[in-house]
């Protein structure tokens, strides 16, 4: 029988670069870790896929899904509920595979109480003045939407320290590159591998 695959969980503030370092990661890697994809209700984005990027649901579907215990965990974004559903990510790490799931904070802490062995990488800003440059660069924000994205921000890297990792996205590349180290190391753990060994030899 397969190891029960691991969970990978990538947060951090809003703007820092989840989203981007996340499709480098399975661009460069795309069939070693399968993406938990999350149930949101804002409107796609153009470009956006249903059922690839996000499931995009109405407010009502989503409460129904909390209510039916389908969430591993959800949080209020932006006026927008964001959640991951459990159903699909239970089964792939009971057959083996890797999951890897890109979250905001306090969507992270849920997942931190509820999954004890996940493993929980924090994505930072090099500065908080490079954060109000992207968000702005981004355009997509008005001034008080970015105002308060920041301080948001501010409060969210104070919470760096329930991480497992922390990265500095300074450059896409080579975040990547320590997201990929990171991964590379977990699965090299000594106790994960005897836990195969002992299976094996145990029959
Ligand atoms: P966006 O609207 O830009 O796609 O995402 C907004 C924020 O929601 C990002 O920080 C993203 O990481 C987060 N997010 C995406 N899916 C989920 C989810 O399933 N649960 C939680 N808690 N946050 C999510």
């Known amino acids: 029988m397969n190891e029960r695959g691991m969970l990978f969980l990538l947060s951090g503030p809003s703007g820092v670069g989840k989203g981007t370092v996340r499709k480098a990661l399975f661009k460069r890697n795309p069939h070693e870790l399968l993406y938990s994809i999350s149930a949101t209700t804002r409107e796609a984005r153009r470009n956006e896929v249903d059922g690839k990027d996000y499931f995009f649901v109405s407010k ?8 039916e215990g389908q969430m ?3 949080a209020q974004y932006v006026d927008q509920y964001y959640g991951t559903p459990k159903t699909r990510i239970d089964e792939q790490r009971q057959q083996g595979n890797d999951v890897f799931m890109e ?26 003045m490079q954060l ?10 008005s001034d008080k939407v970015i105002d308060e994205r920041l301080k948001t921000a501010r409060q969210e890297i104070l919470m760096m320290t329930n991480y497992d990792y922390a990265v500095v996205n300074d450059k896409v590349d080579k975040a990547v590159k320590k997201v ?4 590379g190391a ?12 002992i299976k094996i030899l145990e029959g």
Request: net charge positive; aromatic share 6%.
């Open 60 to 67: 009502q579907k989503f409460e129904q899904m909390i209510n």
């Open 72 to 74: 591993l965990e959800y």
């Open 103 to 128: 979250i905001e904070v306090n969507g992270a802490m849920q997942v931190r109480a509820k999954v004890p062995d996940a493993i929980l990488i924090f994505l930072l800003p090099p500065d908080l």
């Open 132 to 141: 109000r440059n992207r968000l702005e660069l981004r355009g997509t924000e």
């Open 180 to 183: 990929q180290t990171i991964i």
């Open 186 to 197: 977990e699965r090299l753990k000594a106790k994960r591998l005897a836990n195969s060994y």
